[in-house]
């Protein structure tokens, strides 16, 4: 250990461990052996302009203490120490010691320039879901690519300049105009009778919820140009069919989630109008008078307007707007309808692009009704996001009860494919686990692919044993597991539009199928796996997952490598403390310690037998 030490993961340095509520208190310690050093200075401050400096005391030991008192409010705090020196020439100096890359043990330097800062999140209150939710196994579903429930396949409604695939094994194009913008959108036509049709299939899987892609009409396949809020698209069905879908869901205790898309609607839209579908002085493109206009931020009415990500096809919604606000979550709005409908929670599609503000009146909505569910899309770190100039409060209380957790995708796949070390993998997930307030670490929505990123059986480059492993994280680490549609029959596909093929009812891969099944069992046959503790062990090759409380565990070792790995006990380390010792450990693993390649060892029991 070096001369100055001080590691946010160790309870002997920082208490507690992680996030904390407003007005409680931190205690920091930190251990100086160094006969120059004077004396320590605790600085925290926030991007609120706060800024204490603390001497911390010794009472003549060589540590430095002090318990510092959260009381200024929620937020994101930052901490470091102030090192001061005086040398044998009774010259004085600072030097400063911080995090190295998120928390654990940091570092010291000599400038403060140099300096990374730890990180504290302070929230307000605990985001405690349904039991539904936290226990569940989640299934995401693009509605075109699951099923079509009519006799013969008819499609319902077709859409106008639209084309239809004649085989479900076709793979999905767009046909595109001169300026590479989408001129003919395509359906396969899956619908609402498909999936109420497939419900036996999602039991026997062992779905517990659904998170639907838009639902409501559009021109697009995607539904995320959204043309009307209040109505079903009916590509898909009828109002009626949709409730009669979601009793169906209900009885066989399967919820649902559906995406909220707010940021923006189509542009032939009825708010906007662009074609004049919904009447030639209608919508805001075509009068400036409509209701809709003050939605709308036009720089030169009406061809130039903002849009999101300058995609002409989707103008943005100012969300400031009062008159939309309430449209949105007012009494008589859209979250009042589909909620007292019967829906039981909304992912917020681009949640970067809604101010604090709407998302908070969202959650008032939801919180009017009993136990519903707010996500958020978000790619990083939740907990010290900036977006558009603003630390953003996603995660503090009374905003979303819990986001996408896109990181265990991007570490899974460095880790299955990559080569990357185990340790990189426990660091950063102890320093998320630090980060997040419990509660938001285990309202975690975990994915391993969506419609968004390319299929995870092709970025495993077909690797079927592989992806189960990347199954078993997906199953085992803090979080709800979410299943992209078809990722567990082995469908393959690249970037938008190839990772929405449709469902391969008649070639399931029983293999992968078996994978994610078997996964899925386990976590169902032990509650720990839901609610337990979580620490990550490793050695230089595998991979270690330990989900415990004061009885029951489970740990899963993972070999993502083409080679047996053989683990011995002196390998093995942790970032914090395990909860059993290095005998008790050895005598879980006994002798079977040695891990085929691309394999996994699964022990579980009772922990302190």
């Known amino acids: 250990m070096t001369a100055v030490y001080f590691n946010s993961w160790l309870e002997e340095y920082k208490t507690p461990f992680g996030a904390i509520l407003v007005n409680d208190f931190v205690s920091f310690k930190i251990k100086v052996e160094d006969d120059y050093v004077t004396g320590v200075t605790l600085v925290v401050a926030n ?39 005086l040398d044998a020439n009774n010259t004085q100096y600072k030097r400063y010691y911080g995090a190295i890359t998120g928390g654990g043990a940091g570092r010291l330097v000599d400038h403060i320039d140099e300096i990374q800062t730890y990180q504290i999140t302070c ?21 075109d690519r699951f099923y079509n429930g009519n006799e013969t396949n008819v499609v319902n ?99 649902v989630i559906l995406d909220g898309v707010f940021s923006h609607v189509g542009r ?37 307007y903002r849009s999101w990500w300058g995609v002409k096809d989707l103008p943005e919604i100012n969300k400031d707007n009062s008159e939309f606000q309430q449209f949105i979550y007012g009494n008589t709005g859209v979250l009042q309808k589909w909620n007292t409908f019967g829906v039981d929670g909304w992912r917020l599609d681009v949640a970067d692009e809604l101010p604090d503000e709407f998302i908070a009146g969202i959650r008032q909505n939801l919180d009017q009704f009993e136990d519903k569910v707010l996500l958020g899309e978000v790619w990083e770190d939740a907990s010290n996001k900036i977006s558009y100039g603003k630390r953003r409060q996603y995660i503090l209380g ?16 460095a880790f299955l494919t990559a080569g990357c070390l185990p340790e990189v993998i426990a660091r950063h997930f102890t320093t998320l686990q630090e ?51 078809g990722d567990e029959a082995g469908l393959t596909g690249g970037k938008d539009p190839e990772n929405r093929k449709f469902f391969p009812w008649d070639e399931i891969d029983q293999n ?36 415990y409380d004061a009885e029951d565990f489970v740990l899963v070792f993972f070999n993502p490598s083409n080679g047996i790995q053989v683990i011995t006990i002196e390998e093995i380390q942790t970032l914090r403390p395990l909860p059993i010792t290095k005998e008790q450990l050895k005598a879980i693993i006994g002798r079977s310690n040695t ?15």
Not at 123 to 143: D, S
Request: aromatic share 18%.
């Open 47 to 85: 991007d609120a302009g706060l800024r204490h400096t603390i001497p911390m005391e010794n009472y003549g030991t060589n540590i430095y203490a002090f318990d510092y008192f959260f009381n200024e409010g929620k937020g994101v705090y930052f901490y470091y120490f102030e090192l001061h020196y």
């Open 123 to 143: 929230y307000e209150k605990a985001e405690v879901t349904p039991n539904w939710y936290r226990e569940g196994v989640f299934y995401q579903i693009f509605p």
């Open 157 to 255: 409604n077709p859409k106008p300049n639209t084309f239809i695939y004649g085989n479900q094994h076709d793979n999905p194009m767009y046909i595109k105009d001169e300026n590479g913008d989408i001129s003919r959108w395509d359906f396969f036509g899956g619908n609402f009778k498909g999936i109420k049709e497939k419900i036996p299939y999602l039991k026997e899987l062992g779905i517990t919820g659904i998170y639907f892609n838009p639902i409501f009409e559009a021109r697009s396949n995607h539904r995320y140009d959204t043309s009307d809020y209040l109505t079903i698209d009916p590509i898909l069905g009828t109002e009626q069919e949709f409730a009669a879908l979601l009793q169906e869901l209900h009885q066989h205790d399967i919820h």
């Open 268 to 304: 032939n839209s009825i708010y906007f109008n662009y074609d004049g579908a919904y009447g030639k002085t209608n919508g805001a493109y075509r009068n400036i008078h409509s209701r809709y206009y003050p939605w709308f931020t036009f720089t030169r009415y009406p061809e130039e």
């Open 398 to 413: 009374n905003h979303l009860h819990g986001v996408m957790n896109y990181p265990l995708r991007e570490q899974a796949l």
């Open 435 to 485: 980060n997040y307030p419990r509660d938001i670490f285990y309202n975690s929505f975990n994915n391993i692919g969506t419609h968004d990123t390319e299929r995870i059986l092709t970025q495993l480059n077909g690797d079927t044993r592989k992806l189960a492993l990347a199954f078993g994280l997906l199953h085992l680490f803090p979080g709800v597991p979410c299943i992209y549609y």
């Open 512 to 547: 992968c199928y078996e994978a994610c099944h078997k996964w899925i069992t386990l976590r169902k046959d032990n509650p720990v796996i839901a609610k337990g503790e979580f620490l990550l062990l490793y050695t230089q090759r595998v991979l270690g997952v330990l989900r």
């Open 595 to 609: 891990i085929q390649e691309s394999g996994t060892l699964t022990f579980s029991g009772k922990l302190f037998d």
